[in-house]
């Protein structure tokens, strides 16, 4: 197809898409890095291979400055490096169905205070300290309160937390399985939560600030670059669940801190992570490595 440029995606691709580049006889190549490195204790042969991709590339992206600042760390020159965040399309969140509506199809009451997690269950994900937390402040968070839990969720992680959840906190958890309607339940949330453990620059994060959710989070990767500590969320620190439940029965309690904060959350959105701005960045890249313009 003699493309003007290959760009790949992901550890695994880096390695033979870099192959691909060099065979097509200098294509211009971009690689990109979209989560930490800790992948690599477990792929030591294709981290080695992927290092030596990058040191060919013409250029090297990450989706935020903890991801760069670890490929620096790993030797990708200064002068490959480039910073493009992630892009949310704001019109997904312009949903038409009422608030109330929303709720009363999935079956919440409609005076719960509803928290939501998205993501898949992956144990680096957090969900196991967020049900921790949640066991500490279940009498004293607003009832009736639920936590609506999205993302894949087969295999044997997912599974133990059933039967925490089914024990511990009956009738709170709500496991949704994987959705493609999103933006529309995050309209029927009042706080999102994300507890992972690592994270390069987290879509889910940035969807429920597009929503004008207040958000806690965890103090790692890409993270406190989209939420700013005490102005559009709280921060605190992974695997923490005393922490984390501290920070969710404060909002919980403050209707006031939730709106100010939701409100940060959009308009951050707006002025740094749109679609737009994302595909803007993305097109100047190829302009400037594409050998036929």
């Known amino acids: 197809r003699r493309p003007a440029v290959c760009h790949c995606f992901l550890p695994f691709t880096n390695v033979v898409g870099g192959l691909a ?3 097509a006889n200098h294509t211009p190549l971009i690689l990109s890095r979209r989560s930490l490195n800790n992948y690599q204790t477990d792929h030591r042969l294709q981290s080695m291979l992927e290092r030596s991709a990058m040191q060919r590339a013409n250029a090297v992206l990450g989706n935020s400055r903890a991801v760069i600042a670890q490929l620096e760390e790993e030797g990708v020159p200064k002068e490959k490096l480039q ?34 997690l998205v993501a898949n269950f992956i144990p680096y994900k957090g969900h196991e300290d967020l049900f921790t937390a949640l066991r500490s402040i279940r009498e004293k968070l607003p009832y009736p309160w639920r936590l609506l839990c999205l993302g894949r969720t087969s295999g044997s992680y997912c599974e ?13 958890i709500h496991f949704l399985g994987s959705r493609n309607d999103v933006p529309r339940l995050l309209k029927a949330a009042d706080l999102a939560i994300l507890p992972s453990h690592q994270e390069g620059f987290s879509n889910s994060l940035l969807e429920g600030m597009a929503a004008g959710l207040p958000t806690v989070t965890t103090d790692v990767g890409g993270n406190p670059e989209a939420i700013e500590d005490d102005v559009s969320g709280t921060i605190v620190q992974p695997q923490d669940p005393d922490a984390l439940a501290k920070a969710i029965l404060t909002l919980s309690q403050d209707l006031n801190l939730r709106h100010r904060y939701g409100e940060a959350a959009r308009a951050r959105i707006e002025q740094d992570y749109s679609l737009r701005s994302c595909v803007e960045a993305y097109a100047a890249l190829y302009r400037s490595l594409d050998v036929h313009t």
Not at 104 to 111: F, K, R, S
Not at 160 to 167: E, K, P, T
């Open 21 to 23: 580049a060099a065979i």
């Open 83 to 116: 910073l493009i965040y992630n892009g949310i399309d704001l019109d997904r969140f312009d949903i038409a169905d009422s608030r109330e509506a929303i709720r009363d199809a999935e079956g919440i009451p409609e005076d719960a205070f509803v928290m939501i």
């Open 160 to 172: 133990r937390l059933r039967i925490f959840a089914d024990n511990k906190l009956p009738d709170h």
